[in-house]
DNA sequence: GCAGAATAGTTAGATATCTAACAACACGCT
DNA sequence: AGCGTGTTGTTAGATATCTAACTATTCTGC
């Protein structure tokens, strides 16, 4: 509908079905990026409740609900009933999980050097910057 | 998983959000980007077949019968069998779909307008091409 | 202590999107 | 003409994602 959205567009669902692929050929079937960017957070939080992982991923609370079931189906991480809040559920990645740590910053390095196969670094940060700023305008 | 992919979904999501948004404040309800890019390319082209339509929007034969059935229930289109090829079925716009046309270009400038808001000529240029950059690297 | 409001996470239903399979059709070669 | 291959658009099934509703729980003010 508009040239650059459609750029961006384009862009995203490329990044989306690489990662699909490289999670693939790093032996791990069936996640999606939200599942991937689900234990990047807990890798780096160790610990944290449904709420606040719907909010770091910017997905509602139901879509997360299903996300982790999966991941907790393919025990890759937890849940636990908090004890103060019988309403608050804890998630933490189980050893499985634990070993995605390797694998993520791998498919990480990868995709960025795909991205900007041939940028300069000063391209790069010019980058960043304009689609921070596009991202603040249309929030 | 990746701070500029991350920012790259993020736009996206929000300008989706956003282009639902503006359709509905012009009228248009139930329909999505997906939906929107199949008007705009009906627009410019007058009518085209399934297959170019699935290619021009990037998404598969299948999710386009399903997005093209919703538009002419709607009935903003209509599907014609061809008389040379009786696999090939013909899109064309109706007076309906005709009518989006200036609703089409006041959103495309609106959107683009907020997506750029604060930005002088030459960094729309740049993005533009940086984006381009991207795509190509990631495709 | 009680009532009303707010909250956490789940459930149910709808939908865009994909893959795979399919039926009908067209094409090219023998 | 017949056969094998390729093509078109649809159908069926699965899934991530959303909204809305819900239950159980917690919080706040009286």
Redesign the pocket.
């Known amino acids: 509908m508009n040239d650059s959205i459609a750029l961006i567009s384009r862009i995203r669902?490329n990044a989306n079905?690489l990662i699909v692929k490289y999670l693939n050929t790093n032996g791990i079937e069936?996640?999606?990026?939200?599942?991937g960017d689900i234990l990047a957070f807990l890798i780096s939080k160790k610990q944290c409740?449904?709420?606040?992982?719907?909010q770091s991923?910017?997905?509602?609370?139901?879509?997360?609900?299903?996300?982790?079931?999966?991941l907790e189906k393919f025990g890759f991480l937890e849940?636990q009933k908090?004890v103060?809040?019988?309403?608050?559920?804890?998630?933490t990645l189980t050893e499985k999980g634990q070993n995605f740590k390797p694998i993520f910053e791998k498919i990480s390095k990868d995709l960025i050097d795909k991205l900007y196969q041939g940028f300069t670094n000063d391209e790069i940060i010019a980058a960043n910057k304009l689609l921070k700023k596009m991202l603040k305008n249309i929030e």
Chains 1, 2 share one sequence.
């Open positions: 669902e079905k069936g996640l999606v990026p939200s599942h409740t449904m709420n606040e992982l719907a991923i910017h997905r509602t609370k139901a879509t997360t609900t299903v996300l982790v079931d999966k849940r908090s103060n809040d019988s309403r608050v559920t804890f998630l």
